[in-house]
């Protein structure tokens, strides 16, 4: 029974990984939602809620222009397969100043995720996943900063208002809005077609803790 059952859910799976696909092909992005993100990265809830917590422990970003000291992040470089994901030596993170006007420009060095995540089943099948949709893709036109394509996923939100994410195409004209509001809600984009950003949080109660942690994953080929 078990496994004329696997054959069905599978095929549900390359179904969606194909339509993801397809909306990137056709828009230059795709917004997926957590009903539909959630199958594709099956784990225990108990590994996801680890996971999770790993964003309380982000180092402080001291890199921001504007002097802040409100952004925490972590960041490591992996080489993807479809036979292995390899993580390589640590390095800085950089974007050119044409891609990130306010902090761009600049070697930015944050802590390494650490082993025990960067080594976990939830960060590995959702780089397996990127592959799986962005391998067949064939990024179009000049990049901006060597980056091919970029996933967003929310993984949590508590007391935040905005947030909205937004898409534009070549000539900055707005293409699509829509707001990340659960864990698994996700934003898959061709970063060589189209622009993304997101509008400044504020906390929707200031006397109560407030933090949106999210999942970047950028990609390029080799």
Known sequence: MELHDAVPVQAAMESAVQAIAAEILRSGFASVGAAQMRPL???????????????????????????????????????????????????????????????????????????????????????????????????????????????VMLVRRENIAEGVTSIHDSDRRLIGRFTLKHPFDSAFVDDSRVYHGVTPVVPVDPEQPAHRDVLVVTLRRE
């Open 41 to 151: 990265l099956p784990q225990p809830t108990a590994a996801w809620n680890s996971f999770a917590a790993s964003w309380d422990n982000l180092g402080v970003d001291t890199y921001m222009a504007d002097g802040g000291r409100y952004r925490h992040r972590s960041f490591s470089a992996f080489r993807v397969s479809a036979e292995a994901i390899e993580r390589k030596a640590h390095q800085p993170h950089y974007q050119s100043r044409d891609y990130n006007a306010l902090n761009g420009g600049i070697e930015r060095w944050f802590q390494p995720i650490p082993d025990e995540v960067a080594g976990g089943e939830c960060l590995r099948s959702i780089l397996r996943l990127c592959f799986s949709i962005f391998d067949g893709l064939t990024p179009e036109g000049l990049h901006r900063d060597g980056v091919d394509w970029v996933l």
